[in-house]
């Protein structure tokens, strides 16, 4: 059965993958309709006897929390909040995270520590099984009280308010909810907080990003491979010798893994005239390894964040408490998603090293990779547009979790930024792609050059399995279109690699 059931167990990024690649339907367990039912009744008989405020819930929110709010209107309290933090804009955020944003949502709210009714979540679910995908909008969070803005533009919908894609195109929600015959969700006492209150807008950016770097890491392993073979580097900085006395994991990892993959190659075996390579090959394992190191960490945060209750307050009907406390704040996330867009802009940085090291006219190889340079420009100008996308994300990883400004009157004195930081470590995410994506142009063409001699078994069958996609140039020609298609085939290709016994979701 092509369905993933919600649990209290932990959700990890294999299942993320399997429930996208599968396009499995999600359904809730009976055990988290149980908790979720047993906490929103809690909350109804508390709400009977209540007379002291209980932030959120009876009364105004962020600066207004010392307003109490009559019980009859804690219904409307609660969808004017959802309306009222609907104030995203700029660029829509990619249907695909606002799906995980759905899947997340649903996840925190099952632990049935939020007061929300069964149906909203449920609600929930409904959306995500028939692909209805609310309009979120990049800016508006400060990534502090929750993803607010973000999230309530995810909310709206419940309401019959907003917009929504459905069937590939952009709707009113309410005309969505008509056609599926559902009524607009009635919101009680504290569930809109529940739904705006939380870290999915971050987390699912963050989750999807990993998802991606995970692949993009090993590419940037093989690629550099096909690089120091093409430029006719030396084996020596692989050595096991040399990661001993420095064991950091990631540069063990990363010298290990270019050794299986040059591993029966004629090339890296033939004598060499030059006894040194420059940084960009001889520090594969320092450089591409420390991003390997800091992408397990934020790989832990999200695995953390990923199952864990972040909306405010929080609710524990077995010990008879409302906490109101600060599991929202997104600092975690912002340091985490910051560390991610500087280690992919490092793999990025030094790939764009190489790539100019190939177009040198050094060791052999024609200035700008074509057998004819000055009637030929060659393989010139990719490399600026490389080095051009390199440049930007040096400006997008000035970090944003330092920052922080003040909002609601002083109540909300400091925030992550963190939905700052999600935004653009995507951005830095896509340039890396392309960034490898002209590395590999260039290092498949360099190759060439060195024929008859060969590389390892399993780097010619990988520049085979390109070249399927992207031709030798022999004379300049119009490069844009493989550049594409060299992105393409880095999306596409099912990557494999030789000696390892390790899940896509290891590095």
Known sequence: MNTHTITSDKLNFEDIDQIIRQK????????????????????????????????????????????????????????????????????????????????????????????????????????????????????????????????????????????????????????????????????????????????????????????????????????????????????????????????????????????????????????????????????????????????????????KEINSVTDNPTIFPEEDLIISAGNFHGQPLALALDNLAIAMAELGNISERRTYQLLSGARGLPPFLVANPGLNSGFMIPQYTSASIVSQNKSLCTPSSVDSIESSKGQEDHVSMGANAATKTYRVLENLERILAIELFNAAQALEFRRPAKTSPYLENFVKAYREKVAFVKDDQVMYKDIQKSVEFLKEYDLTLPKEDVTKFQL
């Not at 309306?83 to 249907?95: I, K």
């Open 24 to 303: 499995k339907k999600l359904e809730l367990s009976d055990d988290a309709k149980t908790k979720i039912t047993r906490c929103r009744n809690y909350l109804d008989q508390k709400m009977e006897s209540q007379t002291e405020p209980i932030y959120g819930i009876n009364t105004g929110f962020g600066a207004l929390y010392n307003r109490t709010i009559d019980k009859k209107d804690l219904s409307t309290l609660q969808k004017n909040l959802v309306m009222s933090h609907a104030c995203g804009t700029g660029d829509e955020v990619p249907r695909e995270i606002v799906k995980l944003m759905l899947l997340l949502k649903v996840q925190g709210l099952s632990y049935g520590l939020s007061g929300v009714q069964l149906g909203t979540v449920q609600r929930l679910v409904d959306f995500y099984n028939h692909n209805i995908i609310p309009v979120v909008y990049q800016q508006g969070s400060l990534g502090a009280s929750g993803d607010l803005a973000a999230l309530a533009h995810l909310s709206l919908p419940l309401l019959g308010l907003g917009e929504v894609y459905f069937k590939g195109e952009k709707k009113d929600s309410a005309d969505v909810l008509e056609k599926m015959n559902w009524e607009p969700i009635e919101l009680k006492s504290k569930a809109g907080l529940a739904l705006l209150n939380g870290t999915q807008f971050m987390s699912a950016y963050g989750v999807y990003c990993c998802l991606r770097v995970f692949k993009l890491s090993r590419l940037a392993d093989v690629i550099g491979a096909l690089s120091l073979e093409a430029f006719d580097g030396r084996i020596e900085p692989f050595h096991p010798l040399i990661q001993q006395i420095r064991p950091h994991k990631g540069q063990i990892k990363t010298a290990e893994r270019i050794s299986n993959i040059i591993e029966g190659s004629e090339l890296i075996n033939r004598k060499k005239d030059h006894v040194q390579d420059p940084y960009s090959f001889r520090c594969i394992p320092q450089v591409h390894g420390a991003s390997k190191d800091s992408i397990n960490y934020v790989a832990y945060v999200f695995r």
